[in-house]
């Protein structure tokens, strides 16, 4: 297996943490060809996640916004309300064979840790998730989702306490205890084996979005949509259209205020190549390589980093990275709302303000990740509007 | 001189001030380590990442640490930073100013053996070492860690970050006794060592101790009149020896 996508990836962790690495890229490599893991695997997806999800033709939108035909990829309709659940039953499913008997998260949004924690419940396994405590204000009903499902969530009081800072102290907790916890990584990022896994198990997205495209239209689309923070949901909706040079493959990243602020969380607008959090990619920094606060008003994109495979499509030309501010993605985030009477998280909105942005320039059809359901981000977008709402 | 390694984060409280404790802590030390700070030093426990971020709020650079150690006359420093700020500063240029400020070695805790070759062209060529860590989760990673060894060798004594705790490892001197088969470069033992009685029991497996999370906690509570007491601390974890 390559631990390497171009000059991005690698293994930068410390001592303590490399046979652990190495032991899960061993696990991973003979499970990855194992029938019976992957019997098992399909068989969680489709009846406990509820896969293949939906790939929905929205009508109302395509009419609305004059263009191509405008399809959304139902991921909010999994087992947990985002696509996180897919990464999370592998991971747990393999955490298992390995013999641990504890799976340990990280979360921003909250929906990763939620995942998790669920997966923990199902397999019969300890769990702790850690969590920025701006985030665990920010996503309130998700620490006490997690709580319900049996995890133990702790507040993480360091640095900026969010993602970056979670992943932070994940990673200090798993040194401490690697013989029997499995490290659940919730993104494309991290040391490999991480973002290469991570892929397989996010590329179910595109496997039956390409299928489901196919067998509606004929032809492939002109373009895959998909919201980046770390990556996950991104590189799940490109993986099987890379092969496909017709087809534009967009990331929407989170500009907060704007990619010129201070504000901001567009790692591949903004970002330099760095070393951190186990692999060498792009991230928000300064000129000594200190890695940047940064902001955006979805939990889940505000991460100075980007999974490397997002870092080397980007170098070579093969994806293309926008950055979308807060206010385009509240926009978007009612608009979906009114439109199609879907409400997708935040997170997700980024793309859905990208696809209206460009619909115009389309012909055919255009797919749009919905990587996540909306729900939790009812309370903090009526914040933003300013209603005084809580949970 | 004792075998003994004193850790500090470069910048905490100020860059004056470290300048200040590298004297008092080369009384009684034989290699100095110095903390380039970083924004996420995952690693370390929460007394260091205290200290980093203090550290930080002076607008602790790499550069103002080489211009500091420019001037040093102890010619046994050895920094510890991330992967990140080395990378970004460049490779080459590190090491170089390294060369320029006479520094012995540098330890990068999450540049592991095997991402280690892009850095040690460039330590290699100004003669720089590249410190080896081992930890108790290095198993059949021994050998080829220590053969590769050179400077001296952090051997990592118990699961988890650095700071202070009440028991390592057991299987140590078995890890030592690997690590000699290969190799006479020095072992020195580290994380969560402050008592003297633990200086006195790792000093009976390995060459000498590192002791960084007690002597920071030391400059966190009394700042800028730390160094009587760093002086003190250390005169106290050394009387066994």
Redesign the interface.
């Known amino acids: 297996m390559n631990a390497r996508f171009g000059e991005f990836g ?11 690495v190495i032991e899960l890229e061993e696990a991973y490599e003979y499970y990855k060809k194992d029938m019976a893991f992957h019997d098992e695997l399909s068989d969680l997806l489709n009846h406990y996640a509820g896969r293949p999800s939906l790939l929905y033709f929205a009508k109302n939108m395509t009419r609305d916004l004059g263009g191509p035909k405008i399809y959304l990829k139902r991921e909010d309709l999994n087992h947990t309300g985002s696509h996180k659940i897919n990464n999370v039953l592998g991971q747990a499913l393999l955490a298992q064979r390995m013999g641990k008997t504890r799976l340990i998260a990280e979360t921003g949004a909250g929906q990763h840790g939620v995942a998790t924690a669920t997966a923990a419940a199902l397999f019969k396994m300890d769990c702790d998730v850690f969590m920025g405590k701006e985030d665990i204000q920010r996503q309130a009903l998700n620490v006490y989702r997690m709580k319900l499902l049996g995890a133990k969530v702790h507040s993480v009081t ?2 900026t306490q969010t993602l ?2 979670a992943v ?1 102290e994940t ?2 907790e798993w ?4 013989h029997n916890t499995h490290y659940v990584l919730g993104s494309v990022m991290g040391p490999h084996p991480f973002p290469t896994m991570v892929r397989d198990f996010q590329s179910v997205i595109s496997r039956e979005t390409r299928n489901q495209i196919l067998a509606l239209e004929g032809e492939l689309p002109q373009a895959v949509i998909a919201c980046v923070g770390g990556g996950s949901n991104a590189i799940g909706a490109f993986y099987h259209f890379i092969p496909d040079d017709g087809v534009d493959l967009i990331g929407c990243e989170a500009a907060g205020l704007g990619v010129e602020t201070p504000h901001n969380a567009a790692t591949i607008a903004n970002g ?7 692999m ?1 990619s792009l ?1 928000c ?1 300064d ?5 940047a606060s940064v902001y955006s008003i979805s939990a889940g994109l505000d991460y100075p980093g980007v999974g490397p495979e997002h870092a080397d499509l980007h170098r070579r030309g093969r994806a293309k990275y926008v950055a979308i501010t807060d206010g385009e993605a509240v926009e978007a985030f009612e608009y979906l709302s009114r439109t199609e009477g879907i409400i997708p998280a935040v997170e997700s909105a980024h793309a859905v303000a990208y696809a209206k942005k460009v619909a115009k320039t389309y012909e055919g059809s255009i797919i749009i990740n919905i990587s996540g359901r909306g729900d939790k981000d009812v309370a903090s977008i009526a914040r933003y509007k300013g209603e005084d709402l809580y949970e | 001189m004792s075998k003994f390694i004193s850790f500090i984060t470069a910048g905490d409280p100020s860059l004056e001030k470290t300048r200040e404790f590298i004297d008092v802590l080369a009384e009684d030390s034989d290699i100095i380590e110095i903390g380039l700070p970083f924004s996420d030093p995952i690693a370390e426990g929460d007394v260091i990442q205290a200290a980093n971020k203090r550290a930080l709020e002076q607008n602790t650079t790499a550069d103002k640490v080489f211009d500091m150690l420019e001037n040093v006359p102890f010619n046994k420093i050895v920094l510890l930073t991330y992967a990140n700020p080395v990378f970004v500063y460049g490779y080459d240029r590190f090491f170089k100013r390294c060369k320029e400020c006479d520094v012995y070695g540098v330890i990068i805790p999450d540049l592991p053996f095997e991402e280690r070759g892009e850095a040690s062209i460039y330590a290699d060529n100004f003669g720089i070492h590249l410190i080896t860590l081992i930890a108790p989760t290095s198993a059949q990673r021994i050998q080829m860690l220590a053969t590769n060894a050179t400077g001296f060798i952090y051997l990592v004594s118990s699961m988890g970050v650095t700071g202070v705790r009440g028991e390592f490892t057991t299987n140590l001197d078995d890890i030592v006794r690997q690590i000699r088969e290969v190799t006479d470069v020095p072992i020195y033992i580290g994380f969560g060592i402050s008592t003297p009685e633990q200086v006195r029991q790792i000093r009976e497996i390995a060459d000498g101790v590192i002791v960084g999370s007690a002597i920071v906690r030391i400059i966190a509570e009394h700042g800028d009149n730390s160094s009587p007491h760093i002086k003190q601390f250390i005169k106290e974890m050394l009387k066994n020896v």
């Open positions: 690698g293994q930068y962790v410390p001592e303590t943490l490399m046979n652990a360091t640095g970056k800072d932070n990673m200090r040194t401490r205890c690697v330099m190549p760095g070393i951190f959090h186990g060498k991230f920094q000129q000594y390589g200190q890695i």
